[in-house]
């Protein structure tokens, strides 16, 4: 994408065709930002791995309404992915991404290469516990240490006013929430509802791994999480309730992860239904490819 060799510093901000800025380090990305917020405008950054869909278009739309500058990074962070896990096939598509990011009219696209993000001897890292303990945790134990270690970086390379993230991975959103509050970082966290295909399934970049007859199945997740959310309403005890998000989970050739019950705020583990406010969340293996979802009971 990049089409001339970077020479210097201020060569490394480059001005496209669009108003999309191309933003390839952390020094000039605080640079950009700085100079706009001394101008007094307010500005937001939208986390990404690329891949970009209408969930990602959605949260650059809620940025834009509540700041005049949005920055969207893509950066597959190798940190958060284990030795046996997607990084070398996780899609990506540049050049379609930039070109949403255009449509969308973001302001930068901050792509930082990873030799930027971690210089040679980089050693350091934000490990969060309580809202990361348990759900995702579990099968991936060494992932919100690197998300949140790429958040701490990303938030404070880039100095924004706001930051937003999708409901789609809650305990993402919790995790980032927590550590901004526990590490007082100068920024606030906004939550965006979960975007869906029309038939209920999450969009996610890892979607383009299913198998068309996985594809067909795999909106069996949110059926499980409205089937679980309608047996509490209807009364069942939370355990009859999660046991049938399971079972649907299973009808539809998903095997389960997880499917659980937490306190939205806080994610700890609830006991009964009654409890609110309350989210059900819920990870599973179509194939080899890994879903995750979640749902709020009203
Ligand atoms: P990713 O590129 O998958 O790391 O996601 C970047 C951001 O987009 C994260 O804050 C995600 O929670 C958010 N996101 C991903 N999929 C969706 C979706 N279907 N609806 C809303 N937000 C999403």
């Not at 309608?230 to 079972?247: F, M, V």
């Amino acid at each position: 994408m990049a089409s001339s060799k970077l020479t210097d510093q201020s060569a490394s901000v480059k001005k496209k065709m669009s108003s999309l800025l191309l933003i390839e380090t952390p020094q000039a990305l605080r640079k950009q930002v700085l100079q706009w917020r001394s101008e007094g405008l307010k500005v937001a950054l939208v986390p990404t791995m690329g891949a970009l869909h209408q969930g990602h278009i959605k949260l650059i739309k809620s940025a834009q309404k509540k700041v005049d500058k949005v920055v969207v990074s893509i950066f597959v962070n190798p940190e958060q992915f284990a030795a046996h896990e997607d990084f070398n096939r996780y899609p990506r598509r540049i050049g379609q991404d930039q070109a949403l990011l255009e449509a969308a009219h973001a302001d930068v696209l901050y792509k930082p290469d990873r030799t930027s993000m971690y210089l040679k001897g980089f050693a350091t890292r934000v490990v969060p516990e309580g809202a990361a303990k348990g759900l995702e945790s579990q099968t991936r134990p060494h992932f919100f240490a690197g998300v949140a270690t790429v958040v701490t970086k990303l938030l404070l390379q880039s100095c924004v006013d706001m930051a937003f993230f999708g409901e789609k991975d809650y305990q993402q959103l919790a995790v980032v929430k927590q550590l901004v509050r526990d590490l007082d970082l100068p920024v606030k966290i906004t939550g965006v509802p979960t975007v869906r295909e029309k038939d209920g399934l999450a969009m996610s970049s890892r979607n383009a791994y299913l198998t068309p007859e996985e594809r067909r199945k795999a909106n069996g997740l949110y059926k499980a999480l409205q089937a679980a959310a309608e047996a509490i309403h209807g009364g069942a005890a939370l355990g009859a309730a999660l046991d049938r998000g399971r079972q649907i989970m299973g009808l539809h050739d998903i095997q389960v992860d997880y499917f659980e019950a937490r306190r939205s705020d806080t994610l700890e583990p609830v006991l009964v239904a009654s409890t609110r406010p309350l989210r059900l969340l819920a990870a599973g293996f179509m194939g080899r490819t890994r879903l995750i979802d979640n749902l709020e009971v009203k």
